[in-house]
Every structure is written in C-alpha cells, then in structure tokens.
C-alpha cells in the first residue's frame, strides 16, 4: 500500500529540455501567468473572475469561453503549422528535426480538429441557438458548464504535453501500433488519449444538451419545419455527436488500457488486433468531420439568405439533404483505410457509399447558389467569407469524390493530395464558417461590430494565401510526396511547390493577425450596435439587444413562419398592431461551482494517468466523482426570479419599449 | 475594378510559375505499368466528370455575383417570395447522379481487376516485402535472395509483391507503377505492379512510422528479363549469405544502406514482435488468398515458438 501510494516513476524526460523553442515555451507560460495573476490581483478581479465567469451557467458567457479558447487554439495550431512550413521550405532543412516534426504535426491535427474547430462551433452554438429558438437558455445550464469545463480540462492537459514529459508524436490518427507502449513508450501519447477523453465527455453532453434544447425550448409556434437552418444543422449535429462519441471514448479507453494497464487490445501479442484501432477510429472519425462542417454549413445558411435579403432556397431540400448527409456519414469509414486490403467487395461499396455523399452535397451548394438569384446581395464581410467558401469548398469536394474512386485513392492515400483534400474542406468549409458566424454574431455577442475596411483586408489575405499553401499540395502529392515527412531530397521536382506553399502559409498567419488586430481596433474606435439588429436579420436573435440580457428574452416571442423576426419586421412595417405583452416574473438557474471543480479534479486524474501515477489518477477520479456525488445531495436552490421591475430597468436601459 | 487587377494578379503569377518549373509529368501522372495506367485513366476520367461539375457551379457563382450583387439603383428592392423550384431542384439531384453512375462503373470494373495479374498471360515473379523501422527488405522465394532498401524486378513480368511489416504498418507506395497497399505487423497483403521497360522508380513508405520514416525511399530498378537473370545469377554467386543473427540485427530500429544477400534465413515475419522476437499470436489474420510459399515458410518456423500457435490460413 505504501508502495503504491508513495511510488512515483518519473518519465526519462520530465521537463523538456534542450530547445530554444521549448524554452521560449517555458518563459512565456511562466509570464504569461504571472502577468494574469498579477492584474487579477491588482484590479481585485478574484471575485470577479470567479461569479461571473468560472462558475457561470450563461449560455452567452459560455460560448463566449469557449470563443475565445477557440481562438487560443487556432493560434497554437497555426504556429504549429507555420513551423512545419518553415521546415519544408525547401529540402533537407534542420529547422526541426524528425522527432519535433513529428510531435508538431500531432498536436497540428489534433487541436485543430478536437481544440480549435469543435469548441468554436459549439461556442457559436451557445451563443446563438437559445437565441434564435427563442429560449432563455439550454436545457441543462449547469451540464453546459461541465461541457466546458470537461473540454477546457482536456485543452490544457494536452497543451502542457509540450513542456511536461512530450507531446504526442504517432499523428492525430494514432494508430496503432505505432502507438502501443512497445513502439511509443512514454507519457506524449497518454496524453492525447487522456485529453481527448476528457474533452470528449464534454462534447458528447454538449450533445445530449443541445438535442432536448432544440427539441424541448423552441418558442410557441417555432415548428421544427420553421426552424433556422443553424438551429437544424445544430439538431443534426447532435444526434451525430450522440452516436459517435461513444465509439471514440471506447476506442479512447482501450488504448488506455493497453499503454498504462498492459492490456492487450491493440497488440498482437497476446491476440489483439492492431488493425481494430483504424476502424474504431474512423468510425468515429468521419462522422466527426460532418459534426465539425454541419453547424458551418448552417451558420452559411443564415449569412447567405440575410446578406442576400431573400428566403433561403430549398428549405426543405436543405435539412433531408442534411439529413441524409449524417445518415451517410456513418456509412463510409472504410474510405480511409482501402489500402488495408478490405477486398474488392467491400472496397466498391464504400466508394460508391462515399460518392453518394456528393449528391445531398452538391444539393446544398446550388441551393445556396439560387438563394442569390433576384436578391440584393451585399459583400459585409460575414457575406464575403461565406461566398469565399462555395468555390474553396467545391474544390474540397470534387477531389473528395476523386478521392473516393479506390483504385485511384491508391495513389492519393496518404499523399499530400490528401492533405490538400481535407484542407479544402476543413478550411474551406470549418474555419471559413467559424470566422463568418464569428463576425456576424460579434456585435450579439459585444454590442458593437467590427470594422469593415480590416475584415476585407483579412479576408483577402487569408484567401490568397490559402490557395497558395494548398494547390502546390494537390501538386506535389501527385508527385508522390507523402504526408507527414519532416525533410524531402532536391530533385523530384517538389520544391518550387514547397516553396509557394511556405509563402501562402505566411500569407495567411498575416490574414490571421489582421482579424485579431481587427478585434482590438474595432473596439477601440466602437460603433455600438444600439439595434439588436445591424445586419438586418431574419431570425429571433437579432429580436434582443446587443448583447443579449441574461435573461435573452423579456417576452418570449410568438413565432409565425420561418424567418420568424423577418415576419415580425414585415408586420410592423404594414403597421399591424403588436399588443403590449405582459412582463411576467423571469425563472433562471443560479451559478454553479461543481463543474469547474469537477473539471479540475478530472484535470488531475488526467495528469496522473498520464505519467501513470495511478495514485494521483484514481484520487482524481474520486475527487470529481465526490464533486458530482455532493452536488446530486444539494440539489435545492438553484434558481431564482428575475423580479418584473428589473425586467423593466433593464429593457429600458438598452432603449427597448416595454 | 480593384478585384480585377488583383485577380489578374494572381492568375498571371500562377501561369508563370505552371511554365517556369518542371512539368507535372513525374509520380502518378506519369504511369509507367499497366497498374499504374489503368489508375491513371480511371483519375483523368474523374477529372473529367469532376470538371463539369467544377465548371457549372463557377459559371453559376461568377452569374450570382455580377448580376444581383446590391447596387445604389435597387434600394427599393422588394423581396420575392419565391423559395424553391421543384424542377431545378430534381435537375441538380439528377444530374450528379448521372455523374456518380459514370464514375462508379468504371471504379468498380478497376477495383477487382487490380486484384489479379496485369498481365495474366504471363508467368509472374514474387517478391516478399517487410518493412522494418525504417528499412525495406525484399526477398525473393523463387530465387532465395534478398535486397535491402532497394528492389530489382524484369521488364514487361507481372510481380506479385507480397507485404508484412515487423513493428509500425508501413505502406509501400511506387508512384510510377501503380498504388499503395499498407504492410501491416501479422498480415500478409498483395500488391500487384508491373513495369513497361526498364528504368528505375522510386519508391517510399507512405504511412508514417516513427522517427526515421521519412527516409524510408528505395529505388525500383526494373531491368530487362535477361539482365535480370544475370543479376539474379551475379547475385547468387558473390553476395553473402544472411545468417538469423545477420537477420534478427537488421531488423534493429536504425536506418541502414542498400544490401545484398545470396540467401536469407527461414523466419515467419508475420510472428515477430517490434524487435524482431518471435510473439506468441495465436491467430494471425490473413487477407486474400492463401499461398504455397507461405505455407512452406510457415512449416519451417524455426523459432521457440509456442507450439499450440497455428498460422491460420483461412481468414
Ligand atoms: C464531397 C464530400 C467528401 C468526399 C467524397 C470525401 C472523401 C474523402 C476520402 C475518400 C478520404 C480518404 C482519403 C484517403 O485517406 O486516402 C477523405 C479524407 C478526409 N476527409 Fe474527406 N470527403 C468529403 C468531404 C469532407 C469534409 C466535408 C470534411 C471535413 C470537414 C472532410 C475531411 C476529411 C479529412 C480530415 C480526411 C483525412 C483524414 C486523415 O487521414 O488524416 N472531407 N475524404
Ligand atoms: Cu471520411
């Protein structure tokens, strides 16, 4: 007993040592820090930092957290990936070598997909979709801070891999064996497993929270047939997070029990099969791509019908294309492996499965298309990442259906023709939603906009330079340059491509910086949004004001069709008298303190498997697991009334007739 | 008029940089094997369809873009009321579905052919590949020799390569002649490739396998039949022979150069663990055919294996 509570195996390496990079790591963590605890010291901002935010239950303020730890992780994925540009500048460089390459491009994948693109799209989820159904909040905000917190947990678990013990280096795909404990020993790839289950708790209840939410709080008279598009895509999402977030938990766990408990799943000694991994993976894995272009593809819908002033085309048309999108989703995992030797029978079926996808797809594109027909169409910038996005977004999906001709996937698979693919319509599509509903929301979210004339410059110089980084990359892949190599020889003919794509990459960081000052600029110089409504919305959350009360609305509204706030618009201006509805005492949940703390002790249990200190990981565990016990014993109290005078103070002060 | 300079631009930097360097034709768009041919035609076909499809929605974007794009004369603007078109709709599902029959049928036709000899009227060679961290090691049964990182195959013959891995997958990718097949740890896996004429390909490891995986390139030399035999000969007479020991030391973590061996140790690669000891895999799975040098092999294990652990053959 003494023994395995006082025995502390320590990695070989537990502070990375010996690079400047790793270094600059360690000194800017260690400012950074202090910096924070001194200002939060300084102003007295502890109480603050802590009622307001830590253990908030706001969906606003929710998805604002997640916002901005979105952004966070944009910018760690973007380093990383301008060091691996850097590095394959031209050939045989010794920027980075084969091991720092190889953690870089791992963590690269990783944050971006699970760190970057979910949380940014589920931190837009939050702030608009209680909005834009009409409701006060999601159906579980406590649940909905334990997601966060479940996701920030398992952030920055996965973050500090790169100054404790190493990150991760068998690619964000891990498979296995590569990364079993034989051939990777050592805590960089416990921590993607750790990490990544950690956060994937969180998602899976931002699932389950957003179905009954979208199922169970829609406002009087909001059909599911008169719903936005987001709030569709959103309802879709869910169910696809719901079904296949299991299967990555479990695959998660077993890989767990193979490196720190010496189980045998993945290993072919003692009978396990390496190959079950790609499978669980991937069947997981290509419904998560949809999960993370779904929500952009309905954020689209919105930007495209308000800056086109006209009805979205084929409502209908659009969600069974959805529809069928997510059923298909589940049908093509094998798409990723045809070179694993399925056999012809199973490799024909899934090609043709996966080229079906193109049809709800390619559906959805000239819908979106004819949504411009006869409008009156505006370029703000919101508009011009979105139109961006249709003929970036095409390129992804043609080559995504040459991909998915398997006798010809033979000579794609694992080249960077791939990457280029997965690019096209992870940026295309993912990062161009994320920043389009970024902009669009912004003034809900801050109560004022960002500017114009710098949106454009940034827009402009991001999509230049992505092209750039990522033609050559369909080039050189049909050159035979394979993914993931940190160096290549002179001579094959690959590096003027190399070279373009280095300066399209730099292109886009500066994109990427643009948008960022913008923020800072923008709010500096504000143009308060004193409408609720600067882009002439269509649907009910530009019904609030910028930013919305806490309690989003004072009167729930009646819905009457789609585009329900056009409606409202459309009888106002007629003149058609709206009776004075009647403020009624408003009923929501109080702060909670269980899911950060919940998360923390998760954060230790992490940290502990991860080096595998069993002792710390299961006094995590019981630590969240008391947390979660003593919280279902004090369930009383945990609401109260907004009295109608506040109501009232507070409409009024936002210049709202009550 | 702004955009217009600037698309301008960019299209001439484009067009410079497509004439100023090397032309496309090397790697996959430069077949050189029957394999490697009917992969290529099966891509420009969905280049081909994929094009129209390209072409249609640019047409339709640029049209969009000009022709309703808000200007100071249409401030009335009034919105329609229209929001679907039954018939366009059924137009735009028909027409991709066509296009994926298109692609279908020929993929499908490609897919099981590829699983046989291009060249079935010929008698074709095998030749077994095992990557190891981070090394290529083909030997070749019928003539009991071995390469390292390097492989000599005849002109114009079929040949069977026949892939494991010890340690990581790998995969095994020569662009020139046709697409991959991963080599996986416990597996035995196929690839047929046949080269035209003589030359030398080169060919690399496509799935990432730890540190050294990048260096992992290996030329094919593909040499005429005569040639060959008499490399084949030279081979058996001069080179040295591989002992288990010689065997067991390559298969260490390391890269090493090209090698040459005029016999190779009788060991089961499919049972050997990361650092080439022999593991005890009750089932070790199989895909595709059984085959008789498989077999062979797999009655001479030599190796203190477990004896109860029987090389399942039929999957
Ligand atoms: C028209 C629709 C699409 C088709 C037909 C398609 C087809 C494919 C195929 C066949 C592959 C596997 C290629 C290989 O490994 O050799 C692939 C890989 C991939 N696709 Fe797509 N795709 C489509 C859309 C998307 C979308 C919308 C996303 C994400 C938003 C996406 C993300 C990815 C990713 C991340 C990978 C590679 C992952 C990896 O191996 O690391 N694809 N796609
Ligand atoms: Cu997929």
Known sequence: MKDFLFNFKMPEHFFITGDPLIYGAYVSIILVSLAILFVLTYYKKWVWLWREWLTTVDHKKIGIMYLVAALLMLFRGGVDALLMRIQLTAPNMHFLDAEHYNQIFTTHGTIMILFMAMPFLIGLMNVAIPLQIGARDVAFPALNAVSFWMFAAGAMLFNISFVLGGSPDAGWTSYTPLAGSALDPGPGQNYYLLGLQIAGIGTLVTGINFLVTILKMRAPGMTLWRMPLFSWSTLITSVIIIFAFPVLTIALALLTLDRVFGFHFFTLAGGGSPMMWANLFWIWGHPEVYIVILPAFGLFSEIFSTFARKKLFGYNAMVYSMLAISALSFLVWVHHFFTMGSGPWINSILSISTMLIAIPTGVKVFNWLFTLYKGRVEFKTPMLWALGFIPIFLVGGITGVMLAVAPADYQYHNSYFLIAHFHYVLIGGTVYGCIAGLIYYWPKIVGWLLNEHLGKWAFWWFTIGFNLCFIPMYIVGLKGMTRRMYTYPAGLGWETWNLIATIGAFAMGIGFIILVWNMYYSFKHRQNDTTGDPWNGRTLEWMTSSPAAEYNFAVIPQVKGLDAFYLIKKERAAGVKEEAPEIKPIHMPKREAFPVIMSAFMFVAGFGFVFEWLQIGFLGLLGSVITMIWRSFNDYDRDYYIPVEEVKKTELAAGRRV | ?315
């Not at chain 2, 081909?48 to 009335?76: C, G, W």
């Not at chain 2, 490609?110 to 083909?138: D, G, R």
Request: proline content about 6%; aromatic content about 10%; glycine content about 4%.
């Open chain 2, 1 to 315: 008029m702004r955009l217009k300079t600037k698309y301008a631009a960019i299209f001439l930097t484009m067009a410079l940089l497509l004439s100023g360097c090397s032309s496309l034709k090397s790697g996959v768009l430069n077949p050189q094997g029957p394999v490697a041919k009917e992969q290529y035609d099966l891509i420009i076909w969905s280049i081909v369809l994929m094009s129209i499809v390209f072409i249609a929605v640019i047409v339709l974007f640029v049209y969009m873009l000009v022709k309703y794009r808000a200007k100071s004369s249409d401030e009335d603007y009034v919105e329609t009321e229209e929001k679907e078109n039954k018939w366009l709709e059924i137009l735009w599902t028909a027409i991709p579905v066509v296009i994926i029959i298109a692609l279908s049928i020929p993929t499908v036709k490609s897919t099981f052919k590829l699983e046989k000899s291009p060249s079935p009227n010929q008698k074709p060679i095998t030749i077994q590949v095992t990557s190891a961290n981070w090394k290529w090691i083909f030997k070749y049964p019928e003539q009991g020799i071995e390469t390292v990182n390097y492989v000599n195959i005849p002109a114009n013959v079929p040949v069977r390569f026949q892939l494991n891995a010890v340690g990581p997958m790998n995969s095994f990718w020569v662009p020139e002649l046709g697409g991959q097949e991963y080599t996986m740890p416990g597996m035995t896996m196929y690839l047929w490739l046949e080269a035209d004429k003589a030359g030398t390909y080169i060919g690399r490891s496509a799935n990432f396998s730890g540190k050294d995986f990048t260096h992992m390139q290996f030329n094919v030399h593909s040499l005429e039949k005569g040639k060959f035999d008499e490399w084949i000969a030279n081979v058996k007479k001069s080179a040295p022979k591989q002992t288990t020991d010689m065997f067991k030391q390559l298969l260490q973590p390391g890269v090493v150069k090209e090698q040459t061996y005029s016999s190779y140790p009788n060991v089961d690669v499919n049972r050997l663990d990361e650092n080439g000891n022999p593991i005890i895999a009750p089932n070790s799975h199989q895909h595709g055919k059984s085959d008789d040098t498989e077999m062979k092999m797999d009655m001479n294990m030599n190796m203190d294996m477990n004896s109860n652990s029987h090389h399942n053959m039929n999957h």
